[in-house]
């Protein structure tokens, strides 16, 4: 049964009652974004009488044949061509509206899961009938366009503070990100949640760290503010130092055809593997013969590879950027290099693999994941926010 959005009869998610349909909105998303998208899903499923989903590329794909949710495709995603990205832009951000105002009467709450680039129409729409809306940070689209263009982060900050503006509520992953996110101004309507609970008997501990090869990993998109590029260039200086050492990079992304002439330049052949992109059912298995992942990012949320790598028992050498430093505590549960240079991450890949109590590091990161990231942990935060915002 639909709720209804008048004075008399709001809706009610209190108690467990699930009486509220759920919209989630997305700009096109490539694989790299399809797990993140699942667990919202999952968690907003759990708490409405209905889902409906509007998305595009491989989010469309995946959801389309799921009986759990009704999915409306809106294209592709933006090349990573600047220009390309601007063209396409406008004509996705159209379709999204279309999608919404077509769905509009089936929905009584609307999470924008968008990382602040949604764009700001829609979201005045249902506002302007009645509809609660909510906008989901699952990273900053205006950092990551900073750390791609300097073309495009003007225009999009000022959409991104107009999405901010107009939603009824915003959801962070934690309290550090509101400085980062420059979002200080709208703290009065903003709520900590994340979806990332982790599958702790899947993504457990399959081999004992202590038996593992000298393997150290970057898995995720190949794109510019994940640094991949930078952990590629890192590798010819820890060579010179321990060629022991073998290197794989799991991802795909605009930055692939970079990376592997980065590694044809520098003869890097026999060290380096080149995975293309790890189906999420695999990730279990390549984690677990891992000594170390690393994430040299210039920005970040809520990494889902470093839980997925902590709860395996591989450590991580990280960016102190995101919400990473909420998880990361140096020496206890990960690993925290200064930047993301070459030169930092060589050296700092070279001090992790002698780091005496590495071991211990992978034995606490495993804790804190079967402690802090259970699918009840996440739904409760999702529930006690939309609680919230129902009763606003």
């Known amino acids: 049964m639909l709720c209804h959005q008048g004075t008399k009869n709001k809706p009610r998610m209190s108690n467990g009652e699930k009486q509220c349909n759920i919209g989630i909105v997305t700009m096109p998303i490539v694989e790299a974004g399809v797990m993140a ?38 294209g592709e995603s933006p090349k ?11 004509p996705i951000q159209l379709r999204i509206t279309y999608r919404f105002a077509w769905t509009l009467r089936k929905v009584d709450l609307w999470i924008f899961f968008t990382g602040g680039l949604a764009s700001p129409l829609p979201i005045l729409i249902g506002k302007l009938l009645g509809k609660k809306t909510l906008l989901v940070y699952p990273a900053s689209d205006v950092e990551i366009m900073r750390a791609q263009s300097k073309i495009l982060p ?133 984690i677990n013969k891992l000594k170390l992942i690393v994430l040299p990012s210039y920005t970040e949320g809520l990494p889902a590879i470093m839980l997925e790598a902590m709860a395996c028992g591989t450590p991580v050498l990280v960016t102190p950027v995101g919400a990473i430093p909420d998880v990361i505590k140096h020496g206890e549960t990960g690993l925290i290099m200064e930047n993301n240079t070459p030169k930092s991450i060589a050296r700092n890949i070279l001090e992790a693999m002698g780091y005496p109590g590495l071991s211990k590091i992978a034995q606490n990161a495993r804790k804190l994941i079967e402690r802090e990231y259970t699918y009840e942990d996440t739904v409760e935060q ?3 926010a939309l609680d919230e915002l129902i009763k606003m």
């Not at 934690?174 to 899947?202: G, M, V």
């Open 382 to 384: 999702y529930k006690v």
């Open 80 to 90: 990573p061509n600047t220009l390309a990205r601007i063209a396409k832009y406008i």
């Open 154 to 286: 003007k225009p999009m900050e000022l959409l991104s503070r107009a999405s901010s503006i107009i939603s009824d509520k915003i959801i962070v992953y934690s309290q550090t990100l509101i400085a980062q996110y420059n979002l200080q101004k709208y703290i009065h309507k903003i709520s900590i949640a994340n979806e990332y609970f982790i599958d702790i008997d899947r993504f457990k501990i399959r081999h004992k760290f202590d038996e593992r090869e000298n393997l150290v990993a970057y898995v995720g998109r190949l794109s510019q503010e994940k640094g991949a590029l930078n952990f590629v260039r890192a590798i010819p200086e820890i060579l010179q130092e321990r060629d022991d050492i073998k290197f794989l990079v799991g991802g795909d992304g605009p930055l692939r055809n970079k990376i592997e002439n980065a590694v044809d330049e520098k003869r890097l052949n026999g060290k380096i593997k080149l995975t293309g992109w790890i189906p999420h059912d695999k990730l279990p298995d390549y």
């Open 37 to 74: 998208l699942s667990k919202l899903t999952d968690i907003v499923s759990s708490l409405s009488t209905g889902t409906c989903l509007i998305t595009g590329d491989a989010g469309y794909t995946f959801f389309k044949d799921n009986h759990k949710v009704e999915v409306y495709g809106v």
